[in-house]
């Protein structure tokens, strides 16, 4: 129940295309849902976050479209650049101040220039 | 200043030694996190500071000791570790409990034991 299924596991894509990685989840006590970034060597950093309350959240390029019925969210990246190569994770956590995410096993992505 | 900082940023230590990995942000975040994270794998929760009070112990071997000096330091001592325990090991602090649950992570100190 605490686990965050994440898909696919790798991912390339050529520049300026879409991509789209995908998580599951069980606990219907989550209620905050982050996406991760990392580049080799450096710590992951926040990307954009969604709570159950919309559906969809834009910044930029990046999109969470979440959908609370089936217990799915998904990350879009629009007009895919070369510098979106990274390792992206998704998280859920409860905001009762447990302090604990559940990491989602994450998705290489390569954008091909 | 929106940084966590941690040193050093590499480690080579003998099972034998005992070294410590230190963190630091002046956020003003009262919660600070040890995180572990091999090769291709998410990071994996050890410890949590809440207001400089250990909170979180997720079943990590004595041979990794946390300590919360005060609110904006995050030490951890390592002392007899394996070959296995060889990692990147993160620091994160997030702000008080509320809507925003956002992690700030450093960039890691890489541990290898041999």
């Known amino acids: 129940q605490q686990q965050v299924k994440q898909s696919p596991q790798s991912l390339i894509v050529q520049k300026g295309g879409i991509s789209i990685i995908n998580c599951a989840y069980e606990n219907t006590a989550f209620d905050y849902f982050p996406w991760y970034q990392q580049f080799p060597g450096k710590g992951p950093a926040l990307l954009i976050a969604?709570?159950?309350?919309?559906s969809e959240k834009k910044e930029g390029r990046f999109t969470i479209s979440f959908n609370k019925s089936a217990k799915q969210f998904s990350l879009h990246i629009m007009d895919s650049q070369p510098g979106d190569s990274a390792t992206y994770f998704c998280a859920a956590s409860m905001s009762s101040g447990t302090y604990k995410y559940i990491f989602g096993t994450g998705t290489r992505l390569k954008v091909l220039a | 200043d929106t940084e966590v900082t941690q040193t050093p940023k590499h480690l080579v230590m003998g099972m034998t030694n005992k070294k410590s990995l230190k963190c630091e942000q002046h956020?003003?975040?009262?919660?600070m996190y040890w995180y572990k994270q091999k090769a291709k794998k998410p990071p994996e929760l050890m410890f949590v500071y809440s207001y400089e009070k250990l909170s979180i112990n997720e079943s990590v071997p004595s041979r990794f000791s946390p300590e919360c000096p005060n609110s904006s330091l995050l030490n951890l001592h390592l002392h007899a570790l394996q070959p296995e325990d060889s990692a990147l090991y993160l620091c994160a602090s997030s702000p008080p409990t509320g809507r925003d649950e956002k992690l700030f992570f450093g960039s890691g100190t890489q541990l290898s034991v041999l």
């Open positions: 956020m003003g975040h009262r919660a």
């Open positions: 969604i709570r159950p309350d919309v």
